[in-house]
């Protein structure tokens, strides 16, 4: 069979805006409740060439039987009056499409993507996983495509997969970061973050060669069809590798990792001694404090203690003459 569509878009950009609101509308609608309920909303953004800018959102009230996919309800209404107001702040965001949290594709989410062709001719899906338990990216982008049939029959509508990325505005970012000094240990070295960086890293790569591992495997078996393109990207990925067979090559690698390893230490060895160096004059500052404060202290009484003395010496010279 053959996916056959007009117009149809290369990536989708998520801006980091949008998943701070599908993450918060999930939270007031569906966390704390039973079952495999999900969220549904509008994406707004731009159509720009081949790629999809997918800037702001917002959610639309959404119902669906568990028992019978088929059986749904999404308020057409609320969504129109959202984007005539949404129009009125920002005229250049258009819907682009429709977001839920999966977080995989369900059976009804074609017909969902029907009722958006009302709105704009090609809507993109974007499932975001709001409990991602893997690492990578939290998005999935679709895109409607009509697949004709090698045996003569009718064509049908699928989801056709597109890449997608996190990107943001200079804007976004400075309000990123102030966000994840609440959820990230601050207190924590430049050294144990980037392994921790790594290690994250790490396990991604490791689950991306398992899924082509898997890939392969079921090609093999002939549990899945041979995908040229899918063998073509691979054949890429692989031509990238650098060939450790070569001793040059190989040295050169670990003459490169060990000075970069050799300045993050001395990076992290002269923060540690400038973090000492402060500390030990803050605690020079506070002793010299105590005993200025104690000086002070002691100058007052001593002061205190001569008026004193100098008021009983009055009194006993006024009583002196009366006797």
């Not at 050169?252 to 060990?258: F, S």
């Not at 001593?302 to 002196?320: I, L, P, R, S, Y």
Request: net charge negative; hydrophobic share 35%; aromatic share 6%.
């Amino acid at each position: 069979m053959m996916p056959i569509s007009s117009l149809t878009p290369q990536n989708v950009i998520v801006h980091p805006l949008v998943l701070l609101s599908v993450v918060d509308h999930y939270n007031r609608t569906i966390q704390g409740t039973s079952g495999n309920k999900r969220v549904v909303g509008v994406l707004l953004g731009q159509n720009v060439g081949s790629r999809v800018n997918v800037a702001n959102s917002y959610a639309v009230p959404f119902e669906e039987d568990e028992r019978d996919p088929s059986i749904w309800f999404l308020d057409h209404n609320f969504h129109e009056g959202m984007y005539e107001m949404f129009k009125k702040v920002n005229a250049k965001e258009r819907v682009v499409g429709w977001y839920h949290t999966g977080p995989k594709l369900r059976a009804s989410d074609l017909q969902i993507n029907e009722l958006f062709k009302r709105y704009i001719p090609n809507p993109v899906l974007v499932i975001i996983d709001v409990k991602p338990k893997e690492l990578g990216i939290p998005t999935d982008a679709y895109f409607s495509v009509e697949e004709i049939h090698d045996d003569g029959t009718a064509a049908t509508k699928t989801f056709n997969h597109i890449p997608s990325v996190i990107d943001a505005e200079e804007a976004e970012e400075i309000g990123v970061e102030h966000l994840l000094r609440d959820v990230k240990d601050l207190s924590l070295g430049g050294l144990s973050t980037q392994i921790g960086e790594q290690l994250n890293s790490l396990k991604g790569l490791q689950g991306r060669l398992d899924d082509m591992r898997d890939y392969l495997d079921k090609v093999i078996a002939g549990k899945l069809p041979v995908n040229h393109q899918i063998l073509c990207n691979l054949q890429d990925i692989f031509n990238l590798l650098p060939n450790l067979r070569v001793p040059e090559k190989v040295k050169a690698m670990a003459v490169t990792t060990n000075d970069e390893l050799l300045v993050i230490y001395l990076s992290s060895l002269i923060r540690a001694t400038i973090a000492l160096h402060g500390l030990i004059e803050n605690k020079i500052m506070l002793r010299d404090a105590e005993i200025a404060e104690q000086q002070k202290e002691e100058e007052q009484s001593e002061k205190k203690q001569e008026v004193k003395d100098g008021k009983d010496a009055k009194e006993e010279t006024k009583e002196k003459p009366g006797k």
